[in-house]
Nanobody, 123 residues
Framework: HVQLVESGGRSVQAGESLKLSCLAA????????MGWFRQAPGKEREGVAN???????TYAESVKGRFTITRDRGKDEVYLQMNNLRPEDTATYYC??????????????????WGQGTQVTVS
């Protein structure tokens, strides 16, 4: 039974930083592709960042230069370091994963596994 468990979300002031974590458990095969998505109230879920098994990363334009996705393959964890947070970053952040590559990286249907989400509020 595959599980993705996010943590680290909370309320912060604009300009502050947060680090989200996502632990993947229950896989028989290490996830190939892991990503972070977010959904603000009344808006569609959107891709934030993605990291492949070879370590290559992709970011949404809105977060480039502020957010960094990293991965600890030994722990099957993926992280999202968020710096210089803005009110428009307020959303529920979801971790997603799949055992195969996903293209395009922000295609929701390409990810078989999703976490329950963690709330980030920036004021």
């Amino acid at each position: 039974h595959v599980q993705l468990v996010e943590s680290g979300g909370r309320s912060v002031q604009a300009g502050e930083s947060l680090k989200l974590s996502c632990l993947a458990a229950g896989y028989t095969t290490t996830p190939n592709c892991m990503g972070w998505f977010r959904q603000a109230p009344g808006k569609e879920r959107e891709g934030v960042a993605n990291i492949d098994t070879d370590g290559s990363t992709t970011y949404a334009e809105s977060v480039k230069g502020r957010f960094t996705i990293t991965r600890d393959r030994g722990k099957d964890e993926v992280y999202l370091q968020m710096n210089n947070l803005r009110p428009e970053d307020t959303a529920t952040y979801y971790c997603a994963a799949d055992t195969k590559a996903v293209a395009p990286w922000d295609w929701l249907g390409g990810y078989s596994y999703w976490g329950q989400g963690t709330q980030v509020t920036v004021s």
